[in-house]
């Protein structure tokens, strides 16, 4: 089932990573679009920055086809590395997080940026396409095993190591799931969890007013908009993301 990010542009979110509690502030999304050169698929994936208490930057990858919510944190790099320079195949000799590593590059590819909402910041202005790098670190343990650069959120001497985070681990980190079905429009499960949260307090059962105002609430809202974008599924036929490096699950999130 195709997913949607389901996050705003200004809200907070609280969790714990690495049993450190922290609050995100979401500061903008990215949605890019690629199509695959020999089956003419369309594949699009979101792409959230957040910034936390401690002003640090990392993102969250919504594989819209594969139903993955991919956590991205940067890591330093060292040389800088242009991701146009690059080829499939291609040894690199780096520095990551600090120790040497043979970096193998197993995939670039070129995406449109589809839109921007919010505050997305450019190394080099803003784009409307872009290179993604997807690299292999011989012998690191995950998730440095497998960083990412892409051009259009490049920062000098830095990548992105890269975690698939269950829903539970997304609970965890950000305290609720980060994905809503793609037929769902994210007003709508705004007002599933505020059901929820006055569920408990409603007397009276079928009497109450609210034990019909809120699922005719609900019910509204879904058929308002089918989706943030307006994309559909069936629009594009059989969709898929061609992200090698995540096929292997994340596991938990790394040291």
């Known amino acids: 089932m195709s997913i949607r990010g389901d996050l705003r542009v200004g809200e907070t979110l609280r969790g714990s990573l690495r049993k450190k509690s922290h609050s995100y ?3 903008g999304r990215v949605v890019l679009k690629r199509r695959d050169q020999r089956s003419r698929r369309l594949t699009r994936w979101e792409q959230w920055l957040l910034v936390d208490d401690n002003s640090e930057e990392l993102w969250l990858e919504i594989n ?3 139903s993955m919510v991919v956590l991205h944190e940067p890591v330093p790099i060292q040389p800088m590395i242009d991701p146009l320079a690059l080829e499939v195949g291609q040894i690199l000799q780096l520095k990551v997080n600090g120790r040497p590593y043979s970096v193998e590059v ?3 590819y070129r995406a449109n940026i589809d839109h921007e909402t919010g505050a997305i910041p450019h190394l080099a202005g803003p784009v ?4 993604c790098v997807e690299l292999r670190v011989k012998g690191a343990r995950k998730p440095l095993s497998s960083i990412v ?3 259009h ?7 992105y190591r890269i975690t698939t985070l269950a829903p539970e681990q997304q609970s965890e980190i950000f305290g609720r799931h980060m994905s809503r079905p793609w037929w ?3 007003i709508a499960r705004r007002l599933g969890r505020w059901m929820s949260s006055v569920g408990s307090g409603l007397r009276g059962g079928w009497k109450s007013p609210l034990f019909w105002i809120i699922p005719f609430l609900i019910l509204m809202a879904i058929l308002a908009g089918a989706d943030d974008d307006d994309f559909n599924p069936a629009e594009y036929g059989s969709v898929f993301r061609n992200r090698s490096v995540y096929g292997g699950g994340g596991g938990g999130v790394g040291k």
């Open 106 to 108: 197993k995939d670039v």
């Open 149 to 151: 650069i892409d051009e």
């Open 128 to 131: 409307t396409a872009t290179t």
């Open 64 to 66: 819209r086809d594969t």
């Open 184 to 186: 769902a429009p994210g």
């Open 25 to 27: 502030t979401v500061m």
């Open 153 to 159: 959120r490049r920062r000098e001497h830095e990548a």
